[in-house]
């Protein structure tokens, strides 16, 4: 059955979000302290056994001057310049093995995938740390810092991932005139992020993403990850109001208000991970050229396969 909204609705539907005073300065604030730091892009070639693709181990320097993981695959014996995919993981993952996600160098783009601080080991491996001071929280980073907008997880990793697209621009075989976002869950919100902090993308890509409509997904879903904060403000009961305005700086719908990159989002009318009307909240919010894949009878899985074919006819029209 449906588990939200009718497609009907969901055409209609405008989110509750909105901006936060202070907003831009605070990310503009964020971007600039982590400016300070130079990306100091690290690269080790890996031996794969591939005949096909080059793959490095990559160190950049992210959130506070932070050393973040990635991987760079590209074509094999590519000079450059090439189209560049930079891709963020979902909720749980890291960047994974080497010889996983082979699909963007396959198709001839220099893919740089980055580690997800702090949260490797869910189901895929990750190898970047999150150095924040520890405190008390739920299970899980939803609510690691939660009480304040400079203390937030989400703060660091949409520093890490602005900081994602600066090490690829970096890289003598990356256009920069052609460079794309791209996620899915998690990494679809990171995805949104990037597009409204930054105005040099070429395209942006968010398939079922998560981190979207704070006020309704935490009225309409009981799944995990937003459950985790629902979790935490049922023993953190005076902290409903700091919370939501904590929630509000990190809300992709804020962030797709502020986008102008071309964008391909999907949505899945049967998720109760990132239930469709949250995204529905985003894409109607964004501020660019924008269009959506409505899977029917899917659940967080939204298109699959179909997903990132549909990406990759989006992105080959855009790069």
């Given at each position: 059955m449906l588990t939200d909204l009718s497609p009907d609705q969901l055409a209609t539907y405008r989110s509750s979000q909105k901006a936060p005073d202070g907003f831009?300065?605070?990310?503009?604030?964020?971007?600039?302290?982590?400016?300070?730091?130079?990306?100091?892009?690290?690269?080790?070639?890996?031996?794969?056994?591939?005949?096909?693709i080059t793959t490095y181990d990559v160190t950049f320097r992210g959130f506070a001057g932070q050393d973040v993981r990635a991987w760079l695959r590209v074509p094999a014996h590519a000079t450059g310049?090439?189209?560049?995919?930079?891709?963020?993981?979902?909720?749980?993952?890291?960047?994974?093995?080497?010889?996983?996600?082979?699909?963007?160098?396959?198709a001839g783009f220099a893919h740089l995938q980055m580690d997800t601080r702090g949260q490797g080991s869910g189901w895929s491996l990750g190898d970047t740390p999150d150095e924040a001071p520890s405190q008390p929280q739920v299970p899980g980073v939803m609510t690691r810092g939660i009480l304040d907008p400079a203390t937030y997880y989400y703060r660091r990793m949409f520093t890490d991932a602005v900081r994602a697209v600066d090490a690829a621009r970096s890289l003598d075989v990356v256009d920069n005139s052609r460079i794309a976002v791209l996620g899915g869950s998690q990494g679809g919100g990171n995805a949104l992020a990037v597009a409204g902090l930054r105005d040099d993308l070429?395209?942006?890509?968010a398939f079922v993403p998560f981190l979207c409509d704070f006020p309704r997904a935490l009225q309409v879903t009981e799944s995990y990850p937003y459950k985790e904060i629902i979790d935490y403000l049922v023993v953190h009961r005076t902290e409903v109001e700091p919370v939501r305005r904590t929630l509000a700086f990190f809300?992709?719908?804020?962030?797709?208000?502020?986008?102008a990159a071309p964008a391909l989002f999907s949505a899945a009318?049967?998720?109760?991970?990132c239930p469709p009307s949250t995204v529905f909240g985003?894409?109607?919010?964004?501020?660019?050229?924008?269009?959506?894949?409505?899977?029917?009878?899917?659940?967080?899985?939204?298109?699959?396969?179909?997903?990132?074919?549909?990406?990759?006819?989006f992105l080959r029209g855009r790069l």
């Open positions: 831009d300065e605070f990310w503009a604030e964020t971007l600039a302290e982590a400016a300070k730091h130079d990306v100091d892009v690290r690269l080790q070639e890996v031996a794969t056994n591939l005949e096909t310049p090439l189209p560049a995919v930079v891709q963020f993981v979902g909720y749980g993952g890291g960047r994974g093995h080497a010889l996983e996600n082979l699909l963007w160098a396959s070429a395209a942006a890509v809300d992709g719908v804020n962030f797709a208000a502020r986008a009318l049967r998720d109760t991970v985003a894409f109607h919010e964004y501020g660019g050229e924008k269009e959506i894949e409505v899977w029917e009878f899917n659940g967080h899985e939204g298109g699959g396969i179909l997903d990132e074919a549909r990406a990759l006819e």
